[in-house]
């Protein structure tokens, strides 16, 4: 945790997130290179998500959904899919920098776990939630 660097937020400013309530990652994301994501959010005025923020719509997502047969986003026994945390990366000091985080829920350990690969990779079973950002003025 203390070699995980935030991209893409304002510093030191609240700021309002938006993205959609779905289990699933954005559809059309799916075996994309976080490299290509970047690029596509962009063109798109997107961003993903950090894991902090990950973290809390893991949570709120669930709550929210506490008696559904699969409360959780992103179950290792759903959808089978994790998520990109294309604006959380590995930094400088760390030993494998630049690699990019990505999350999924383990329910058999009824934890999130959280994993990285590097910016070039691609997975099929691994996608993005797209957001959008608005600084708080």
Same mark, same amino acid.
């Given at each position: 945790?203390?070699?995980?660097?935030?991209?893409?937020?304002?510093?030191?400013?609240?700021?309002?997130?938006?993205?959609?309530?779905?289990?699933?990652?954005?559809?059309?994301?799916?075996?994309? @290179?976080?490299?290509?994501?970047? $690029?596509?959010? #962009? !063109?798109?005025?997107?961003? &993903?998500?950090? %894991?902090?923020?990950?973290?809390?719509?893991?949570?709120?997502?669930?709550?929210?959904?506490?008696?559904?047969?699969?409360?959780?986003?992103?179950?290792?026994?759903?959808?089978?899919?994790? @998520?990109?945390?294309?604006?959380? $990366?590995?930094? #400088? !000091?760390?030993?494998?920098? &630049?690699?990019? %985080?990505?999350?999924?829920?383990?329910?058999?350990?009824?934890?999130?776990?959280?994993?990285?690969?590097?910016?070039?990779?691609?997975?099929?079973?691994?996608?993005?939630?797209?957001?959008?950002?608005?600084?708080?003025?």
């Amino acid at each position: 945790p203390d070699h995980i660097q935030t991209n893409n937020r304002p510093k030191n400013k609240p700021y309002f997130l938006y993205l959609k309530n779905q289990a699933q990652v954005d559809a059309d994301t799916a075996g994309k @290179t976080p490299q290509t994501l970047r $690029e596509e959010f #962009k !063109q798109k005025q997107l961003h &993903g998500l950090t %894991l902090p923020e990950y973290l809390i719509f893991q949570r709120d997502y669930t709550q929210k959904n506490i008696n559904e047969q699969q409360p959780h986003p992103d179950d290792y026994f759903g959808d089978g899919k994790a @998520t990109w945390l294309l604006d959380s $990366e590995l930094d #400088k !000091q760390s030993s494998e920098p &630049g690699r990019v %985080l990505y999350a999924i829920w383990y329910p058999d350990h009824r934890q999130v776990r959280v994993l990285s690969y590097p910016a070039s990779s691609s997975d099929s079973h691994i996608g993005a939630r797209s957001s959008a950002i608005f600084e708080i003025l």
